[in-house]
């Protein structure tokens, strides 16, 4: 038997369902926010996918784009992204 769903009930199962390029960038709200030069620390235990984080990050900022906006490390302890 179906059953009707409200606008807000239907918008939080297809959040769930998102895969592929639709899915949200993690950490996308504090890469955001920085300013040019300043930095954000990523640990591998923060990090919950099985890629590397540069490639991820990589794939999202940099690939296929003629600016580059941001800059990964690899320091004690994770990643460095810095907005350059």
Known sequence: MPV???KEDVKAILATKRTGV???VLFAAEIEALKKGEG???TQEE???RTSIP????AKYSKG????TLSISKVDGG?????I
Do not use: D, G, M, Q
């Open 47 to 49: 990090f919950t996918l």
């Open 22 to 24: 639709n899915k949200p």
């Open 40 to 42: 954000l620390l990523i």
């Open 65 to 68: 784009k003629e600016v580059k």
């Open 79 to 83: 990643y460095l992204l810095t907005k």
């Open 55 to 58: 490639a991820y990050y990589y």
């Open 4 to 6: 009707v769903k409200s």
